[in-house]
């Protein structure tokens, strides 16, 4: 009987200390919650903003690498990755840096007069 009467005085006093401790334990719990889903939070931040930061730098490589071909007088500089379908004789001539205007001479024929 005296084991008996010793569990139930260490339940009791496990009872007593939970009632007072409580709202510090589910303070705790939800403060290591808020950390932790915190810490989740910063790293997808800083993952969108390195990928941001990467999209940005390609652009601007692009950018000048484009620049610098416009300088040579090359036409692609200015159409980049997509260049301009081909016309034919009825595409436009560019005028591009370091490049005279290019002009054309037309000829009379009997059509035009």
């Known amino acids: ?3 008996l009467i ?3 005085l260490v339940v009791a006093l496990v009872v007593a200390v939970l009632r007072v401790m409580w ?3 589910v303070v705790g719990l939800v403060a290591y919650v808020a950390v932790k889903i915190g810490k989740r939070v910063v790293e997808h931040h800083n993952t969108v903003i390195a990928a941001r930061d990467a999209a940005r730098d390609a652009l601007c490589a692009r950018a ?3 620049h610098a ?3 040579r007088g090359n036409p692609a500089g200015v159409y980049g990755d997509y ?3 081909d016309l034919g004789e009825f595409n436009p001539t560019l005028w ?3 490049q005279p205007p290019a002009r054309r001479t ?3 024929t009997r059509l035009n007069g």
């Open 64 to 66: 000048d690498r484009q």
């Open 83 to 85: 260049p301009a379908a």
């Open 1 to 3: 009987m005296a084991q």
């Open 6 to 8: 010793g569990w139930l």
């Open 106 to 108: 037309y000829q009379r």
């Open 96 to 98: 591009v840096c370091n």
């Open 69 to 71: 071909q416009v300088l």
């Open 23 to 25: 709202p510090f334990i």
